[in-house]
């Protein structure tokens, strides 16, 4: 597979590294210097990076909240993580552009498909904050949304996970590895990929998804080098 654009998805919590809220310093460094291996390759890269270090939607709903209300501090929990992973690629000296879904235009573009792409072409890294703007969706489907938008190779989802197993490894020390996996296979077996708007929006559009272990070093370098990491999620066998 050869990946000359791609959509990355970082997830919120992620960003917490060892503490129990909020961004750590250290892991937005180790961060921006994984994707620096790879925009140093020129590979076009467009970023969606979820909340849930700051704030998730459900947790709103649980303490009797509205969930849309919830939903909307969700994104801009996004919002949040994305100015500060864009401070940190840029601190490393790449360049970036901020759009957001929802219009806050003193600190970001608003989101326009085609002006995403022309920085692309460009070799700026795009960050897509705030998720679709909508409540109800979740950062992995604006995520595959966008992919699908500025048509992306594939969706590389970043986890602290190696991939996708035939059950939890935490629970089943027999389980195993998927190398690669369809998504009709995915579904039938209920595999836990992303959730299904994501998924099924990735499956009808035929958009690969990579689920791999974004914390370990030099992961992100060998995927996109061709070798393989995590598990491929895609139509073909
Ligand atoms: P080109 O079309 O290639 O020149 O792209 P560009 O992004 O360099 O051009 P533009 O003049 O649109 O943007 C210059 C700077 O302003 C960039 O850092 C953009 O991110 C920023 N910018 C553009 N539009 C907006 C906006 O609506 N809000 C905010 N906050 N920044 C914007």
Not at 8 to 18: H, N, R, V, Y
Not at 19 to 47: C, H, M, P, T, W
Request: glycine share 10%.
């Amino acid at each position: 597979m050869e990946f000359k654009r791609v959509l990355l998805k970082l997830s919120g919590e992620a960003l917490m590294g060892d503490k129990q809220f909020g961004i750590d310093n250290n892991r937005l460094a180790q961060y921006a210097k994984e994707i620096k291996s790879i925009y140093d390759k020129r590979v076009e890269i467009a970023i969606v990076i979820g909340g849930g270090n700051i704030f998730r939607g459900v947790q709103a709903e649980e303490g009797g909240m509205d969930r849309t209300q919830g939903d909307y501090m969700g994104m801009l929990a996004t919002m949040i993580n994305s100015m500060a992973l864009q401070g940190a690629l840029e601190s490393e000296g790449m360049q970036t552009r901020l759009q957001s879904a929802i219009e806050m235009k003193e600190i970001a573009e608003p989101f326009i498909k085609r002006k995403a792409v022309r920085h692309l072409e460009k070799g700026r890294i795009v960050i897509f904050g705030a998720g679709t703007g909508n409540p109800y969706f979740t950062t992995d489907s604006a995520g595959a949304l966008r992919a699908i938008e500025i048509e992306a190779d594939a969706i590389l989802k970043g986890t602290r996970v190696d991939g996708i197993y035939t059950a939890d490894p935490e629970k089943d020390p027999s389980a195993t590895k998927y190398d690669h996996i369809t998504f009709d296979e995915a579904y039938e077996k209920n595999l836990n990929v992303m959730d299904m708007t994501a998924f099924t929006l990735c499956k009808e559009n035929d958009l690969p998804i990579i689920v791999f272990d974004m914390n370990k070093e030099g992961n992100l370098a060998k995927l996109l080098q061709g070798e393989k990491i995590g598990t491929l999620v895609s139509n073909s066998k």
